[in-house]
């Protein structure tokens, strides 16, 4: 199980730099015709799909840094919350069954 809450958290780093460097490289200009700075938006833009519009806000920079940025706050807490949830030890006995003692 930590093998796989690890491997949770690292694509969660990684989906996270990714959507954090396509917004960076949007806002701040970077030239497009780059292959580095079109694979980068590419891929970004790819995981951010279902969060494409959300909000409509005048102007494109602004409204596609709030809604990545909203993509990469969910991917977040959701990727954090996975790896925690499964890293966490598991107790023997621990559930919602009570043992019962014998009756003496």
């Not at 580095?36 to 790819?46: G, I, P, Q, R």
Request: glycine share 10%; hydrophobic share 60%; proline share 3%.
């Amino acid at each position: 199980m930590r093998a796989l809450a690890l491997l949770i958290r690292l694509l969660t780093v990684l989906v996270v730099a990714l959507i954090a460097a396509g917004i960076l490289l949007w806002v701040l200009g970077a030239n497009g015709h780059n292959t580095v700075v079109s694979d980068v938006h590419s891929a970004a833009k790819w995981v951010v799909g279902p969060f494409q519009n959300v909000f409509h806000i005048k102007g494109r920079k602004a409204d596609l840094a709030v809604n990545w940025g909203l993509a990469l706050v969910i991917y977040a807490v959701v990727g954090g919350f996975l790896s925690r949830l499964l890293s966490r030890p598991m107790r023997r006995g621990a559930g919602f069954r009570r043992r019962m003692r014998p009756a003496a």
